[in-house]
């Protein structure tokens, strides 16, 4: 039997947050939920040079998310963590065709997988309060946080919509399911 209730969580290291972002605390404290509440866990974890190389300091995970004794990882060199990665292996060996998502960053590595994602077939919950991201040149990071929840809210995916809920309400379905 496939887990019915799948987390994915993108880029939550170190090395990534050594750049303030946004609302980093609520943004673990909504993925721990998560987590806690789920069958099944998949880290995704960037590793490239300047600081995320595998096995190194900000390589790994933030020490206060919860990871799971059972909780699979994946490694990635590219935005879409679908790219050149076991990932779509993973979901397809264990029955695996929806999941919620959550991490970081919003604009990047989030966004590039759920798009990647849902046109591979993929139902897709985004977890609209459990990603982050940081202020830009051309933009601060609440505004593009909002944006993107609106963009995956309205994405145009014929029979495969993305659905954008709050933590509070994905718990909700998963105790009544």
Not at 59 to 69: D, I, N
Not at 76 to 101: H, M, P, R, W
Request: glycine share 6%.
């Amino acid at each position: 039997m496939s887990a019915k209730r799948v987390v994915m969580i993108v880029d939550m290291q170190n090395g990534v947050f050594a750049t303030p972002r946004l609302q980093r605390e609520q943004c673990v404290m909504c993925i721990n939920q998560l987590t806690q509440a789920a069958d099944r866990v998949i880290f995704i974890q960037h590793c490239e040079e300047g600081g995320l190389e595998a096995g190194s300091e900000g390589f790994a995970l933030l020490p206060e998310l919860v990871q799971p004794e059972r909780a699979n990882y994946v490694t990635k060199t590219a935005c879409d963590a679908f790219y050149k990665t076991e990932l779509a292996q993973l979901l397809e060996d264990n029955g695996i065709s929806e999941f919620v998502i959550c991490g970081c960053a919003t604009d990047y590595c989030v966004d590039t997988t759920i798009k990647t994602g849902a046109s591979r077939g993929y139902a897709i919950t985004v977890a609209e309060d459990a990603h982050t991201t940081a202020n830009r040149a051309a933009v601060d990071a609440a505004s593009l946080i909002a944006h993107h929840n609106e963009v995956w809210r309205t994405l145009i995916m014929p029979g495969n919509p993305v659905q954008v809920k709050s933590t509070e309400t994905i718990l909700g379905e998963w105790q009544a399911n």
